[in-house]
């Protein structure tokens, strides 16, 4: 996010990248916990977390596109990319340290 914030200067880049780093953290944080609360109860449960986290991810920058389109007050790609590639920082750190392959 550092990086990024050097790249884009600008107000409308800057809170792009806000909303966008913002949305990926509240997703894959209800993403680990309802994987959290489904891995205790069945195989099944943590399926359907698992999937549900997943369109969670996709409706939340669907919702994001269609929110950025056109708006004088963000960029939409500051918002699209910072979700990305937040989201994927997360995957790699948040839901690997509590899902581990054992």
Not at 17 to 35: D, E, M, N, Q, R
Not at 62 to 91: D, I, Q
């Amino acid at each position: 996010m550092l990086a990024a914030g050097r790249v884009w200067t600008s107000g409308p880049e800057r809170k792009g990248l806000v909303i966008g780093t913002a949305a990926a953290w509240a997703a894959s944080s209800a993403s680990v916990a309802w994987l959290l609360w489904a891995r205790g109860r069945s195989m099944k449960a943590f399926w359907w977390a698992f999937g549900g986290g997943m369109g969670l991810r996709f409706g939340l920058v669907f919702v994001l596109a269609v929110w950025g389109y056109g708006r004088k007050t963000v960029t939409l790609e500051s918002l699209l990319l910072s979700y990305v590639f937040a989201l994927l920082a997360l995957l790699l750190t948040l839901e690997m340290r509590h899902f581990k392959i054992r």
